[in-house]
């Protein structure tokens, strides 16, 4: 079974790649996570341009979008990514762990590799029913409160982080934190897996009073369903989520499509790139770019993962691992 | 025969034995604690238990349904004996969306059962509703042909000897039946326990109450713990095998006595 399944694969798959080959110069296959199916398929466009436009070659980028975690076991388990652009810096450490990529790759791109940032904030029905203003809000009795499951989806554990992040500040401990996260999840009437599904929950099925959502999918929600049903509450403190791009070394090397990987993802720090990650409403890290837009983005206090948590590695073992915190809420 | 065997092999029997293998690398201790977790009883446990009740339900409706289509002529007729069908047909994950968006508190059917205090979608009742669904099919197509072939002569030779129409299904419909049924239900019960794309909409997956086995091996795989995974989906692939050999026996013995009588 092991040997004839890559072999049936590897012949469907020479035989797409083949075919693929005449219509462009380069293929480039980009890992992604939920979220981010609108963004890329402006920045895809865009990049094809200009990468050909330099050099005169012809680029093709095909997108893979899936929970952040899956996609990235789906890399180690050998889907020929040439970048993974996942929601979370640990996502893409499974992957460096296992070889396929330099353990330092966020090092190798600017601002911790993250070209684009978000937070998380609070999407609620119109005329905000519940008066939910900030995080406590969300425990009030009677409010239900959608966030998909931190287990399978990156976005959740941005959102758990978040919340845990504020009440640790506001009540002093950790401990209490813990509590106020309990109380939360008790709150929380289904768990999606994705943070897509979340979304769907919340806003076709009329599921729960809150969503809690990365501001660039709630402004999606805005725009796809209409101002007049839904408004965005930005808490006046949350995280800084930074979603992380990097080159699959083992692939990329492989596949001989490195310069064009690299070029791909430098793309994401031109004037043009950060633009596109504007107007697709994720915060852009350019300074300029992002004066430009600042008053489409709520004025939020921003907290980072290093300085509450010490950094991911340390996040997920004490939070989202086997016994962590998420896992005592639910007694496993 | 050759090929037969080699094809199966291939197919069904070489995977199995790599999970097989895959859950040999635990020790009988690490498998008993993965095992006796409450997270993990209680996701096989709502596996288990809704799948059973769903296949119960779709035992007696999906004989009901076949009862309508065999032994009576109406209009529409071919066109409900076609709509049985189409569980088979659409894939599994269309089929949770459409449950789910009818379901839910805002939906055709959730609107009515919600103003009745009644919450299907994103409960282990909306679990069992995909359930249902999902598993009607077997029971009708297997008990269709046998009742198609059940003459009703017999049952007016019964009823000319006296027996009420009572009588005659209890001693005469049902001991033919019987072997098909069973049949019916075993499919229906283990395509239920294995069902992912249509439940997982619907479930609300909350961890300990409408969490299905499937979901927690998903899981499971997505927090790298292999074994676990493995361990979970050995003891489904166990459970059911022997309810399905079970049922194989029953059934054997069912149609044993047949000529008997």
């Given at each position: 079974m092991r040997r004839i399944v890559p072999l049936a694969a590897?012949?469907?798959?020479?035989?797409?790649?083949a075919s693929a080959a005449l219509a462009a110069d380069i293929n480039l296959l980009n890992v992604s996570y939920d979220p981010t199916r609108e963004l890329y398929a402006e920045f895809n466009k865009a990049f094809a341009n200009a990468y050909q436009k330099e050099t005169g070659k012809s680029v093709e980028i095909k997108q893979s979008h899936g929970g952040s975690g899956s996609q990235?076991?789906?890399?180690?388990?050998?889907?020929?990514?040439?970048?993974?652009?996942?929601?979370?810096?640990?996502?893409?450490?499974?992957?460096?762990?296992?070889?396929?990529?330099?353990?330092d790759w966020q090092k190798r791109l600017p601002q911790n590799a993250s070209p684009y940032t978000s937070t998380i904030v609070f999407l609620v029905r119109k005329g905000n029913p519940k008066a939910i203003k900030d995080w406590d809000d969300l425990i009030k009795p009677g409010v239900a409160v959608i966030t998909p499951n931190p287990k399978t989806s990156g976005g959740a554990r941005w959102n758990y982080l978040a919340a845990w992040g504020f009440a640790q500040k506001k009540y002093g401990s950790a401990d209490k934190a813990k509590d106020f996260i309990g109380k939360l999840y008790q709150q929380v009437p289904v768990l999606d897996t994705g943070a897509r599904g979340a979304t769907v929950t919340f806003v076709e099925r009329g599921v729960g009073d809150v969503l809690l959502a990365w501001e660039n999918e709630a402004f999606l929600a805005l725009k796809e369903f209409g101002r007049e049903k839904f408004e965005i509450v930005a808490p006046p403190e949350s995280i800084l989520a930074e979603p992380p791009v990097a080159i699959v070394d083992k692939v990329a090397d492989k596949k001989g499509t490195r310069n064009a990987a690299d070029a791909y993802l430098q793309y994401w720090y031109t004037k043009e790139g950060q633009e596109i990650a504007a107007h697709n409403f994720y915060r852009p890290r350019d300074s300029e770019i992002a004066k430009k837009h600042e008053n489409a983005f709520a004025k939020v206090q921003l907290f980072t993962i290093d300085d509450v948590f010490g950094g991911w590695t340390k996040a997920q073992k004490e939070h989202f691992a086997d016994g962590g915190t998420f896992d005592q809420i639910y007694k496993n | 025969m050759g090929l037969t065997l080699s094809w199966l092999s291939v197919i069904i029997l070489i995977p199995l034995a790599g999970l097989f293998l895959k859950s040999l690398e635990l020790s009988p201790e690490q498998f008993w604690t993965i095992l006796s977790g409450r997270r993990t009883l209680n996701a096989l446990r709502v596996s288990f238990g809704l799948a059973f009740a769903a296949a119960c339900v779709n035992l007696v409706m999906g004989s009901i349904i076949v009862w309508a289509l065999v032994r009576y002529r109406f209009p529409g007729r071919r066109l409900f004996d076609a709509i049985v069908d189409v569980p088979f047909a659409l894939p599994t994950a269309v089929a949770g969306v459409?449950?789910?968006?009818?379901?839910?508190?805002?939906?055709?059917?959730?609107?009515?059962?919600?103003?009745?205090?009644?919450?299907v979608a994103f409960t282990p009742a909306g679990i069992f509703v995909a359930m249902i669904f999902i598993g009607i099919p077997f029971v009708v197509r297997t008990v269709q042909p046998v009742l198609q072939d059940l003459d009703p002569e017999i049952e007016e030779a019964a009823g000319s000897l006296g027996a009420s129409r009572w009588q005659t299904v209890i001693r005469v419909i049902l001991p033919s039946l019987a072997p098909a049924l069973l049949t019916g239900f075993?499919?229906?019960?283990?395509?239920?326990?294995?069902?992912?794309?249509?439940?997982?909409?619907?479930?609300?997956?909350?961890?300990n109450v409408s969490e299905i086995a499937p979901l927690l091996i998903v899981i499971r795989?997505?927090?790298?713990?292999?074994?676990?995974?493995?361990?979970?989906?050995?003891?489904?692939?166990?459970?059911?095998?022997?309810?399905?050999?079970?049922?194989n026996r029953l059934q054997r013995w069912a149609q044993s006595r047949i000529p008997a009588r």
């Open positions: 590897g012949l469907i798959a020479t035989g797409f790649l990235a076991r789906s890399v180690i388990d050998g889907l020929q990514a040439d970048v993974a652009t996942l929601a979370l810096a640990y996502d893409i450490d499974a992957i460096a762990n296992k070889g396929l990529t330099a353990t | 459409a449950l789910t968006a009818l379901f839910a508190e805002k939906g055709w059917l959730g609107a009515p059962l919600a103003a009745l205090g009644i919450k075993a499919l229906a019960f283990a395509r239920a326990v294995g069902e992912y794309g249509s439940v997982i909409f619907i479930a609300g997956n909350l961890p795989l997505s927090e790298f713990r292999y074994a676990d995974a493995t361990a979970i989906a050995m003891v489904m692939l166990v459970v059911s095998f022997v309810i399905i050999f079970a049922v």
